[in-house]
């Protein structure tokens, strides 16, 4: 029900009746992903070290993975390098989960955050085809691929950006399957992005394609009809 105050107070209650025990660990997993969804990111992040705290221990191959992924995300949210460095040591020091899906697109996300493209990119190829994180993995491929269509520099007087790679990792993601509600907003993304490419290389009607592929039951459907607006205003049909 999404009702994030009163599952705190529930799950506080099993962590302080239970310490120590398996239903704690995974009440506390859940209270880091509450106090998460509330923006609440250093209660969340607090929860999110003490079950990486009891990475030993059994059954905690449930929530250790998404535990240390979600550090990354907090660390991204908080703009904080430190504990973005945190995550990743955490990582490392972890080996047996190291290589858990989740994990390694975790990995791939800081380093991303913190600038290292040619790391990021080893760990997203890393995350395997059929894993939940696929999409989202070669989502950022693109974005990358457009990072380095666009260096700090500037591209060359007279010249245009190479925006072929990046066009190309957006539309392997848009050729994945939407089997899911997350993977179709990935996927969805990934046009928008396309949309926005061709836009800017002046190929407003490929644009207005790439745009018309996001539906109206799309988070970003609103964000899409303002873009196709002015897609529609190159183009010369200002009415439409």
Avoid: C
């Amino acid at each position: 029900f999404k009702d994030y105050s009163r599952a705190s107070v529930v799950l506080s209650e099993i962590i302080e009746k239970f310490p120590g025990s398996i239903a704690a660990l995974e009440a506390t997993f859940l209270r880091g992903q509450t106090y998460y969804a509330m923006g609440d990111n250093y209660a969340a992040r607090r929860d999110f070290r003490a079950v990486i705290d009891r990475a030993g221990e059994p059954r905690a191959s449930s929530v250790v993975p998404d535990s240390l992924a979600r550090l990354v995300d907090v660390g991204i949210r908080l703009e904080d390098t430190a504990t973005l460095d945190e995550a990743l040591s955490r990582m490392s020091q972890l080996s047996a989960f190291s290589s858990h899906p989740r994990v390694v697109y975790g990995r791939g996300k800081a380093l991303y955050a913190k600038g290292d493209l040619s790391g990021a990119a080893s760990a997203f190829t890393a995350v395997p085809a059929g894993s939940g994180y696929a999409h989202q993995a070669r989502y950022f491929a693109g974005l990358m691929a457009l990072k380095q269509a666009r260096p700090a520099g500037g591209v060359a007087p007279g010249s245009r950006p190479n925006y072929k790679p990046a066009v190309d990792a957006f539309r392997s993601v848009t050729d994945l399957p939407p089997d899911t509600p997350e993977h179709r907003h990935v996927i969805d993304l990934a046009w928008l992005a396309l949309g926005r490419l061709f836009y800017e290389m002046e190929t407003y009607r490929v644009a207005a394609e790439a745009y018309g592929k996001i539906g109206r039951e799309s988070p970003v459907f609103d964000v899409m009809l303002y873009e196709l607006a002015w897609v529609y205003v190159r183009m010369g049909d200002p009415v439409r």
